[in-house]
């Protein structure tokens, strides 16, 4: 078991980072949608990372050609029919691979047997499975198709109507995945906008996808190949977020995270840091199938805040808001939240335990936690396997040192993240 030793940082920093990694969201989807298509799709840029390499080794397995150019730039050039793969396809940690891959493959002809790590093994299926079995997915697994391995035939799918009870990006892309294949129009609606990397890059392939006054997302069968996919991945906000707290609870910090993207679902988190009174600027440079810029983020006096909205839009980074609310005066609150304990791991009960041990207090409830902000304490963190556990109080290391212990999860999503702490020094 891996343990990271953080030092309390003595000194301030003004830092551009330029080296964030890349963005796990958009990098799934490359690899994934080149199958869509029938030239080769150029990515680059791509996240170097255990869950998106994954990803990258199934898609390989169905007989994409990858061709590595630079450190990070790929050219997938797709067969002409997709191969059935003669091996289990593992998406290790990863529940947008596993969620996004049961839709895509419901539709493709031949068996195809999906499983995961440990953690992954533990999480909820029947989210993607339930309503992709509804419209005629051949898929099975423990406990009925809710817990992987799972296995799929791919099969003809039925066109769908489909109101989704979470506003979740992994749900939403599984069903508009399986829409591409249908056998007519579907519409999928969620209370309120998740992460839409996945309409944004099949719409800029040639895809029909349009979002109705009624809230549907409409989106029709394709007719024909795709066009394939020019992409320069953006930095991931979700991995610059664990900088932008730095910068906020370190007295006269700035952090300039560049070429990151912009997409407002994605930025929610650097609002909220915003409201609690750290000084934040986005600034847009470029718009390739999404809004990229830099954010800066410097130091000022937090104070407690309330999140119960737009949650969907930030629950990547509440671990890492955390860490920012316990230095905050006052009382912080986060509700409606409860996705979270189905993440990675139980983050309302990792973040609330762990803060507990480094002294500060706080109170966990079904769908969310309070916290109140106090002085923060050396202790041994247990990161519950959880990349961003790991990450969040790494971060809470700067202030007063700590100890966090299982980080090997690190490499799932940012494997330069100890470097460029490090470099903050
Ligand atoms: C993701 C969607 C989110 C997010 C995950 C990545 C995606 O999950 O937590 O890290 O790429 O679609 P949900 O959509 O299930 O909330």
Redesign the pocket.
């Known amino acids: 078991m891996k343990t990271l030793k953080v030092t309390p940082l003595n000194s301030s920093f003004n830092t551009n980072i330029s080296d964030i990694a890349s963005d796990?969201?958009i990098s799934?989807r490359s690899a994934m949608f080149s199958l869509f298509s029938d030239q080769p799709s150029h990515i680059k840029n791509f996240l170097m990372a255990e869950d998106t390499l994954n990803t990258l080794n199934i898609v390989k397995s169905f007989g994409v050609e990858v061709e590595q150019a630079g450190k990070a730039d790929f050219t997938l050039t797709p067969p002409r029919k997709i191969k059935e793969p003669d091996d289990i396809l593992d998406c290790g940690n990863s529940?947008?691979g596993m969620?996004?891959f049961c839709g895509l493959l419901s539709a493709f002809e031949g068996s195809f047997i999906l499983t995961g790590d440990k953690y992954l093994r533990n999480r909820p299926m029947a989210r993607v499975t339930q309503p992709l079995k509804a419209i005629g997915a051949k898929i099975d697994g423990r406990d009925f198709g809710n817990k992987a391995p799972l296995h799929i035939r791919g099969s003809v799918l039925k066109a769908f109507k489909y109101e989704s009870p979470i506003d979740?990006?992994?749900?939403k892309?599984a069903l508009i995945l399986a829409a591409l294949k249908a056998d007519g129009v579907s519409y999928y609606k969620e209370e309120k906008l998740?992460?839409d990397?996945t309409e944004r890059m099949l719409s800029g392939m040639g895809a029909t996808i349009k979002t109705n006054d009624d809230g549907y997302i409409e989106i029709h069968p394709l007719t024909s190949t795709l066009k394939p996919l020019d992409i320069t991945i953006p930095a991931d906000p979700?991995s610059g977020f664990f900088f932008a707290v730095a910068a906020s609870i370190i007295p006269n910090a700035k952090i300039t995270i560049k070429n990151v993207t912009l997409n407002p679902t994605r930025i929610e988190a650097y609002k909220i840091l915003q409201k609690m009174g750290a000084n934040v600027e986005f600034v847009e440079h470029t718009n390739i199938y999404e809004p990229i810029g830099d954010i800066v983020v410097s130091h000022n006096t937090l104070k407690g805040v309330d999140v119960s909205e737009n949650i969907?839009w930030l629950?990547?980074e509440l671990p890492a808001l955390s860490i920012a609310m316990s230095q905050a005066s006052g009382i912080s609150s986060v509700k409606n939240a409860k996705?979270l304990r189905v993440?990675e791991s139980d983050r309302i009960t990792s973040v609330i335990s762990n803060l507990q041990k480094c002294g500060i207090t706080c109170h966990e409830f079904e769908d969310g936690y309070s916290i109140t902000g106090g002085e923060l304490n050396q202790a041994t963190i247990n990161s519950h396997g959880d990349h961003r556990i790991a990450m969040s109080f790494a971060i809470a290391g700067l202030k007063c040192g700590m100890e966090i212990n299982d980080t090997e999860c690190i490499m799932t999503s940012f494997p330069n993240f100890e470097e460029l702490l490090n470099s903050l020094r």
């Open positions: 796990k969201s799934h529940g947008t969620r996004l979740s990006a992994q749900v892309s998740s992460r990397h979700s969907a629950i990547d996705e993440k």
